[in-house]
């Protein structure tokens, strides 16, 4: 099925909705990013790529706004990227080639306790 | 301090995989690390940055990304991305945690229900990956 590219306007309005979700949560702008993406006809790999290219600069600048009223700190921040930087890393070079459908499903299933954990307490 | 670090170990791997890692490190800085919602939304803010970063850059060079299409997504964005911020700075934090947990709720059943069938490139490399593994075990064999 070959999918019409989609105009300035369609990636405006989603552009406007991701920066919204990432900058309210603080986070959950790629979730919004990759299906929007790959509506406006990108591959799957292209749409995670350019979905990292859009929150990047959505969450700096929502970063600069949070940082304005001291709302956290950096230094709670700082210990935490290169651990992160790791697992980045060992998730680029190993687990790309396993299949994510379970790795989803876990994942999924994480955040619905989460959520109702947070819900109900 | 470690489940601090192993936390932020696991996000990295999954935002690597585009699983969304951001929320799974909001939920551990607020149930089991003690610091509040915003707090917690700040730190994975600034956690992020790096890391997509570096994965931007490569992604660029492998040319996976055409960013000429994403300047008008970019540009609203950030109008966005401040009035997102700003409610999130506003609005009571129990609030803000509230909404918080029924996004995590939707996310969570959207991401149970995903299907192999959503991802037919995916699935077409898991199959040439799986049968290059065959051909290589043979060979060290």
């Known amino acids: 099925m070959k999918k019409k590219s989609k105009g300035k306007g369609y990636y405006a309005l989603c552009g406007a909705l991701i920066g919204t979700v990432n900058g309210l949560f603080g986070s959950g702008g790629g979730v919004a990013a990759v299906p929007a993406l790959k509506n406006a006809g990108l591959s799957v790999k292209e749409s995670h790529a350019s979905s990292l290219a859009v929150t990047l600069p959505l969450s700096a600048v929502s970063m600069a706004v949070y940082s304005l009223g001291q709302d956290f700190s950096w230094s709670d921040a700082l210990p935490l990227i290169p651990f992160g930087l790791a697992g980045a890393l060992i998730g680029g070079l190993v687990l790309k080639k396993i299949s994510n459908v379970w790795l989803k499903r876990i994942f999924g299933g994480l955040l619905i306790l989460a959520g109702g954990r947070m819900l109900l307490t | ?141």
């Open chain 2, 1 to 141: 301090m470690f489940w601090s670090f192993f936390a932020a170990f696991i996000t990295g791997i999954l935002a690597s995989l585009g699983v969304g890692g951001g929320m799974l490190l909001i939920i551990y800085l607020t149930v089991f690390a003690g610091f509040d919602q915003l707090s917690a939304q700040g730190i994975n803010l600034l956690y992020f940055i790096p890391i997509a970063l570096l994965a931007v850059i490569i992604h660029t060079r492998n040319k996976l990304i055409n960013w000429r299409p994403l300047i008008p997504a970019i540009a609203a964005g950030i109008v966005g991305a401040v009035i997102g911020s700003i409610i999130a700075r506003f609005i009571d934090k129990e609030l803000l945690r509230t909404i918080f947990a029924v996004f995590v709720l939707v996310i969570g059943v959207k991401e149970i229900l995903y299907k192999k069938q959503d991802d037919p490139e995916l699935a077409k490399r898991n199959t040439a990956v799986s049968t290059k593994n065959i051909r290589g075990n043979f060979k060290t064999i």
